[in-house]
């Protein structure tokens, strides 16, 4: 009997995450509003991507016997690092407001993610701030969808953006 391939199982669960996010968003009540997508479009969306890209994983991915483990020793410290970088950034955000964060946390993501890669600093800089901006004015002034301006700059008076 041959082994299962680490691949395999994370695309079979990818999959049932994904049919489980639909069956919760099938339950969203719909109350639509009139030219809106509704506030079961971005789910659906996110399932839909989850399903594509665990299938292409399972297809392209496909395991060779000279495969190296799923994750090594390395691999397990950056992943327990990546996840402290999150929950570090949840707490920021309140503090510091979305804008900054999202800034400062993109450049660390990029720091620890990219191994032992070289990297141009001044496009990971660029990249950084190009991006947490468009999600910053993307949900504030596109959405109007108010995102944390953080607690220090109210508690110094500074109005945020």
Do not use: Q
Not at 114 to 129: E, H, M, P, Q, R
């Amino acid at each position: 009997m041959k082994k299962i391939k680490m691949t395999y199982i994370m695309g079979i669960l990818g999959l049932l995450l994904a049919g489980w996010i639909a069956l919760e968003t099938s339950k969203i009540p719909e109350r639509l509003v009139s030219n809106e997508p509704g506030p079961k479009m971005f789910p659906y969306l996110s399932a839909a991507g989850i399903a594509l890209f665990a299938i292409l994983s399972m297809v392209f991915d496909a395991p060779k016997e000279e495969d190296k483990p799923y994750l090594d020793s390395k691999g397990w410290k950056r992943l327990a690092l990546v996840i402290i970088e999150v929950l570090v950034f949840c707490v920021a955000m309140n503090y510091i407001g979305f804008w900054i964060t999202s800034m400062i946390g993109m450049m660390i993501f990029i720091w620890t993610l990219k191994g032992d890669k070289k990297i141009n600093i001044l496009f990971a800089i660029t990249l950084s701030v190009a991006l947490g901006s468009i999600c910053y004015f993307g949900f504030t002034r596109g959405f109007s969808i108010p995102l944390p301006s953080g607690a220090i700059w109210k508690t110094l008076g500074i109005k945020m953006l």
